[in-house]
């Protein structure tokens, strides 16, 4: 079993910064994780993700050159650092986890993952 615990959203004006973190609480560092966001009637979508393994990191368009994400193996923990906000960023953001796969190939997809954070709330005034 892996439990997820996010942290650090909030409400930030537009152009302002967040980071969020998200630690794991498992024997190991998960393969794969990643974060999500859902907005009130809309989808979950794939925001950016990371394998641990490799460091290799992949984001969404939408937030290319404005997210980054981020880990810490040594504390099983994952960032996202957000820069630059605007308002249609705002959502709830999930962490989520596959322990011992690779995300089913695409880690930007939420069938890859098998753990799910309970989520922070980024709001962004417009």
């Known amino acids: 079993q892996v439990q997820l615990v996010e942290s650090g959203g909030g409400s930030v004006q537009a152009g302002g910064s967040l980071r969020l973190s998200c630690v794991a609480s498992?024997?190991?560092?998960?393969?794969?994780m990643g974060w999500f966001r859902q907005a009130p009637g809309k989808e979950r979508e794939g925001v950016a993700a990371?394998?641990?393994?490799?460091?290799?990191?992949y984001y969404v368009d939408s937030v290319k050159g404005r997210f980054t994400v981020s880990q810490d193996n040594g504390k099983n923990t994952v960032y996202l650092q957000m820069n630059s906000l605007k308002p249609e960023d705002t959502a709830m953001y999930y962490c989520?986890?596959?322990?011992?796969?690779?995300?089913?190939?695409?880690?930007?997809?939420?069938?890859?993952?098998?753990?799910w954070g309970q989520g922070t709330q980024v709001t962004v005034p417009s």
């Open positions: 990371i394998y641990s393994g490799t460091g290799a990191s």
């Open positions: 989520a986890a596959d322990l011992w796969g690779l995300c089913s190939g695409n880690p930007l997809l939420t069938r890859g993952y098998s753990y």
């Open positions: 498992a024997y190991r560092q998960p393969n794969c």
